[in-house]
């Protein structure tokens, strides 16, 4: 009896490190994130303006069924400052829809790709101290393509972000590249 219970014990010893890792690297069907960083714009907007700053909430969602696809709703802000003078910011408020594509990597640093189409509705403020203003703002169809690497840990994960978000505006495009850091939990 001594001896079953031992190789019972032997046998849990060896199986649970391998059981948990297991569980850690299975993503949850729901989660959620917060990210932030540097927003730089380019062409048109960014001959007009200075790079800038970019903030965004997530929700992931990981279907059981699909290994390697995943998708992520985002909504982001980005404010960038005009070239000309510091009294005139655009910013941008993005809803967009994600597909995610993981890349099978042993490590702990596991790459993906994602794309997503969505809506960004864009305007220009104006701070003139007591006479501010804003201009009519303009609601557009934008589509992003990126790539990232995220990082597990223990109860949560990091990940490192960089995408190229295009949205289709009157007679041109207006684009940007957000390169982010952010946690999901």
Do not use: C
């Not at 390697?68 to 982001?76: E, H, I, K, N, Y």
């Not at 994600?98 to 490590?107: F, K, R």
């Not at 809506?119 to 557009?140: E, R, V």
């Amino acid at each position: 009896m001594k001896r079953a219970l031992r190789m019972l014990g032997l046998a849990a010893a060896i199986a649970a490190p391998a059981a948990l890792s297991a569980q850690a690297s299975t993503d949850k069907p729901v989660s959620f994130g917060l990210s932030g960083g540097l927003s730089l714009p380019m062409g048109d907007l960014g001959d007009a303006t200075e790079s800038g700053f970019t903030g965004a909430g997530h929700i992931f969602l990981k279907p059981a069924s699909m290994k390697s696809l995943g998708f992520r709703g985002d909504v982001s802000f980005d404010r960038w400052s005009a070239k000309a003078t510091d009294d005139v910011n655009l910013q941008s408020i993005g809803f967009v829809a994600n597909a995610l594509y993981s890349v099978n990597s042993a490590s702990m640093v596991k790459p993906y790709l994602l794309g997503g189409v969505g809506m960004y509705n864009s305007k220009a403020t104006i701070d003139l101290g007591s006479t501010g203003g804003s201009t009519p703002s303009s609601t557009d169809l934008g589509i992003q393509v990126g790539g990232g690497l995220r990082f597990q840990l223990s109860g949560f994960s990091t990940f490192l972000e960089a995408k190229y978000v295009n949205v289709f505006t009157d007679g041109s495009s207006t684009n940007w590249l957000p390169i982010t850091f952010g946690v999901r939990f």
